[in-house]
Every structure is written in C-alpha cells, then in structure tokens.
C-alpha cells in the first residue's frame, strides 16, 4: 500500500521490502521515467545495424543480452545518423536505448548530447552527471560547463571548469573548455576576461587541428566584441583556411602547417617563376643552334665524299687511278669529320646522327667506285 506522496503507508512492511529489492537497473529506469513518462519506440530502418557503431560503444553494450544489445545499438546509431537534420527525433531514439540499457555508459553520455541539442540543457547537465559518475571520464567537462550557462548560471559553470587540472585532459577537451568558459565570461560582461580564456596553447595559426577552427571563430568573435574589428576579421580568415584545409586532409589526427604569404611574396614568387621560364627558353634556342649546327656538319661530310667520286670509271686502263682516288676520297671523308667533330660541341645522340650521315655517305662512295673485274683490288 502507498500514500498519495508515494511513500508506504504506515505498517505496510512488504512495500518496503520491495523496495530493497529492487535493483540498480531498476532503479534507473524508475528514475528516468519521471523524465520520459510516455515514450514510443521511433521506427528503425533496415539498414542500420549495431555494427554501424564504432567498437568503443560495442564493448560498451556487451553487458547486454545479445538481443537487447542489437537494439540498443541500432537506436544509437540511427540517432548518430540524424543528429544534426533532427535532432528530436535523434533523442527519442537515444530515449528508446536508455529506456533498455540505463546503466551503460556510452548511452547515458548519448542521451545528455541529443538533450543538449534539442535545448534541453537541464536534462543534459543530469545526464552528463550521471555519465561522469558511471565512466569516470572528464571528456564531456566543455558540455557541462555550457549546460550550466544553459540553465542561467554562468558562475557555477566557472567554478566547475576550474574544479579540474586542465592538464590532464586532452587538447582537444582543452580547447572546448576554454571556449565554454570564454562564453561564460561574455555571459558576466568580463570580455577581456573571456579573450583571456582562449589564448591557450592550441591558439596557434601556424598548424591546424579538428578543433582549431572552432577555436580561432571563438576568438574572433571576443576580439569583435572588444571593438578590435580588423584583428578579429584576420582570425576569421585563418578560421576559414583551416577549416578548408582540414577538409582537404580528411584526416582529423593530422597536423597541417599553415604559411601565411603576404603581397610582396606573391609577387616574388610570380616574378621567380617568370626568370625560370626565360631560363627554359633560353636552353631550348641553345639546343636548336646545336642540333642546326650538327645537322650541318653531317651534309658537309656527305657532300665532300659525294664530289671526291663523282667521277665514272670508263676505263680498265685507269684501274689504279681509281683506286687512288677512291682512298683519296675516304680521307676527305674522314678529314671533314674530324673538322665537323673539333668545332662543333654536341649532345652524344647529335653525334651518333653525324656519324650515321658519314657512314651512309662513304658506302654511297664505295658502291659508285667498285673497280671493274680487271681492277688489282677485283
């Protein structure tokens, strides 16, 4: 028997007893039922699968009967596929879970993401609470320090991000906590105190991280608080090249160098450019005059050779002269070679043409001074 408060009535002992013995699970879900008194389950498509989450969250979910396990990985992953076009209905998804796995904790920490999406900041702060106790983990600090800014209590959100040693958190939880607490500054009217906040380590325009953007926007947006128009228009443009940049990686974990180039080095760079051109076609006019020139001295030896036998053998009576005239012949040849070789400097392919065009021209010689059968050399 129960009062109308809630509480067993006077006497009623087994109300207590049921009490005792209910578990902690149990009581989990009884108390997010207070939260979610009527709920019904979104549809699910064929498509999504507990296998869609990353392995963290699967070990995470195998505590669970292997059927509640499916299903409460399949909401999860469906509300991590519609969080940012629907938000809503990517928290009752997530509601579906808790309302299966209240004690695990990557559903808890689900849960208080969705609520602070949708604008609940309160339910979010309670889940996030309630996350941090289950894992012990410190990764969600930035989104409770911005529920308690949520819920209108600016200071409080303050004295929770100073309740832990920022030195053990990782950069990226770093910078979202510096952004937080920036905010809760803006939300006092302590600007100078919120650029403050931001000017961390991870502040650096000369590499990019994921979170790095999101960091430089911040600042910006203080500096423009501050009046500091031209500065905070600088910072938005580095916001923008490193967002495009990360984008461009498609690698988060990677580091990307950013080099900031003034005026003056894009001229100088144009102009660099522009002598290396003419250097280009300055070597190419130097190799056409060498291959002209090589070209030349090949006809040079041909034609020598060519005039040195262009005299027909009429007579067996001349047999000798025409052996003298043929072996006077092959040393002009070979005399105009060695000119064309000695003034001329060209490239080994360039020689192997003149040596080719001399070669063809002394067989052409041959074939025109074949002595007769009369001939000594016959």
């Known amino acids: 028997m129960w009062t109308r408060d809630g509480a067993p009535a006077r006497n009623d002992r087994d109300a207590r007893v049921v009490e005792e ?11 997010l039922r207070s939260v979610r008194p009527r709920h019904d389950d979104p549809e699910l498509p064929d498509d999504i699968s507990a296998n869609d989450l990353d392995r963290i969250a699967r070990n995470e979910l195998k505590t669970l009967t292997k059927e509640n396990a499916e299903t409460v990985g399949r909401h999860l992953a469906m509300a991590a596929r519609v969080i940012d076009e629907n938000p809503q209905l990517a928290h009752q998804h997530v509601m579906s879970a808790a309302r299966r796995a209240g004690r695990i904790g990557v559903v808890r920490e689900s849960l208080a993401i969705t609520a602070y999406a949708t604008g609940d900041f309160a ?20 989104l409770m320090v911005d529920s308690e800014r949520g819920v209108g209590r600016p200071d409080r959100a303050l004295e929770l991000g100073r309740s832990v040693d920022r030195s053990t958190l990782s950069p990226s ?15 006092l009217g302590e600007t100078d105190a919120a650029l403050v906040e931001l000017e961390i380590p991870q502040l650096n325009p000369n ?3 994921s979170y790095s953007p999101e960091l430089f926007a911040a600042y910006a947006e203080v500096l423009s608080e501050l009046g500091r128009e031209d500065e905070a228009d ?9 967002d495009a940049a990360i984008g461009a990686s498609g690698d988060d974990d990677e580091t990307v160098e950013i080099e900031e180039m003034e005026e003056d080095d894009d001229a100088a760079l144009a102009a660099e450019a522009a002598d290396a051109g003419d250097e280009d076609d300055e070597d190419d006019e130097d190799d ?25 053998i009429t007579d067996a009576d ?25 003034d001329v400097e060209i490239d080994n392919v360039n020689e192997a043409d003149t040596d080719a065009a001399a070669s063809v021209s002394i067989a052409d010689a041959d074939d025109e001074t074949e002595p007769n059968a009369a001939s000594p050399k016959a």
Do not use: C, H, K
């Not at 600088?234 to 490193?242: I, K």
């Not at 001349?318 to 064309?340: K, L, P, Q, R, S």
């Open 21 to 31: 013995e209910m578990t902690e699970e149990q009581r989990m879900q009884r108390e």
């Open 123 to 142: 339910l979010a702060l309670r889940e996030l609470r309630t996350y941090r106790r289950i894992s012990g983990s410190n990764d969600q600090l930035p």
């Open 173 to 187: 939880v770093q910078v979202g906590l510096a952004i937080a607490m920036s905010g809760a500054r803006l939300d």
């Open 207 to 209: 590499t990019a991280f």
């Open 234 to 242: 600088e910072w938005l443009q580095r916001a923008s090249r490193a």
């Open 288 to 312: 056409e005059d060498d291959t002209v020139a090589a070209g030349e001295a090949a006809r040079a030896v041909a034609q020598a050779g060519l005039n040195a036998v262009a005299a027909p």
């Open 318 to 342: 001349d047999d000798a002269d025409d052996a003298d005239d043929a072996d006077d012949a092959d040393d002009i040849v070979n005399e105009a070679a060695d000119t064309a070789e000695t």
